[in-house]
């Protein structure tokens, strides 16, 4: 009997800790306009009352055919950094691999992402003017320069942000056509080891799920008629074989595309069965202004829930 007691005790302490269910909040792909931007403290504020343990945009705080100046990017990050509430953002294509056009001032793309890292993670905290302590991919030597990959855990989940945008990843950097541009393979190689660790920590953890958040729409329907995107054909691999290996369960947010979903689009390339334990999450952006309430309960078999909350809808101008 003691023997028996001794193997239920030391089997229920190596059950992780009962985490407190808790709410957050999920908004990307804007501001586009000035009425967007006029009107996001607003949006914030809002997120403010609602008491979430923290916020994270998932990219695009300016449009594609906008000048990409010093400005622009430091007036959004001047509003983030009022957020009463943690906010965590991941970069965008609007705002780096996108500039060098000529609406967009014809910047260098590598010379803004520099300066997205340097002013939008200076440090190994949110944004907002409550602290919130992030694990930054840049503690690790190898991977020094990806400030923006981050991860921290709230509610018996892990959540993680990674660089992963839209205009097919970067692929191509700033050619037509052609191979991979070197900033695309090593920052693959960036994203990889990141996304593998997470898995791994939540395993070695026993949490009951994962969110990621990213800001491109990796194209989960061509990829399952067999044509996914050059630029997302291994982040998507990797995620659905790391997803069919994790017990529980995974949410992949962002934004991009502008339509709102929540779904299951994910599927075995060879059973062409949906993976059950996979949720997209696609947030609201403009011409649309609102924000996605999340919610992460360890308890919850879903573990996740989300609820969008459509602030104004309006029609879409400059």
């Not at 097919?168 to 950097?173: H, L, R, Y």
């Not at 729409?217 to 050059?230: D, I």
Request: charged letters at 25%; proline letters at 6%.
């Amino acid at each position: 009997m003691r023997r028996l007691l001794a193997v239920l005790t030391a089997a229920l302490l190596a059950l992780p800790a009962h985490a407190e269910a808790v709410a957050f909040g999920l908004f990307g792909d804007t501001p586009y306009n000035h009425w967007e931007f006029e009107h996001l403290p607003d949006l914030l504020v809002e997120m403010d009352g609602e008491n979430l343990a923290f916020v994270a945009h998932d990219g695009d705080i300016k449009s594609g055919s906008s000048v990409c100046s010093d400005e622009a990017l430091q007036g959004v990050l001047a509003v983030f950094r009022k957020s009463a509430t943690p906010l965590v953002y991941v970069p965008g294509d609007n705002e780096w691999t996108d500039c060098h056009r000529k609406s967009n001032g014809r910047y260098d793309p590598l010379e803004r992402l520099d300066r997205l890292r340097e002013w939008f993670f200076p440090d190994d905290l949110a944004l907002g003017r409550r602290p919130l302590k992030l694990e930054r991919q840049s503690g690790d030597p190898a991977f020094a320069k990806y400030r923006e990959n981050v991860r921290w855990s709230a509610g018996g989940a892990l959540f993680v942000g990674m660089n992963v945008p839209g205009s097919d990843n970067n692929f191509s950097g700033t050619r037509h056509g052609g191979g991979p541009a070197a900033e695309f393979i090593e920052r693959s190689a960036a994203n990889r080891a990141w996304l593998a660790q997470a898995f791994a920590l939540a395993r070695s953890k026993k949490l009951a799920g994962i969110l990621i958040v990213i800001q491109g729409n990796p194209g989960f329907h061509a990829a399952n008629a067999g044509n996914p995107g050059t630029g997302y054909r291994d982040f998507l691999g990797q995620l659905r074989e790391e997803t069919q290996a994790f017990p529980g369960q995974v949410v992949l947010v962002h934004g991009d595309t502008h339509q709102h979903r929540i779904d299951q689009p994910l599927e075995d390339p060879v059973t062409k069965e949906m993976v059950r334990n996979f949720t997209r999450v696609e947030t609201i952006g403009s011409p649309f202004f609102g924000w996605v309430r999340g919610t992460v309960d360890a308890s919850d078999p879903k573990v996740f829930g989300f609820e969008p909350r459509f602030w104004k809808t309006r029609p879409q101008a400059n």
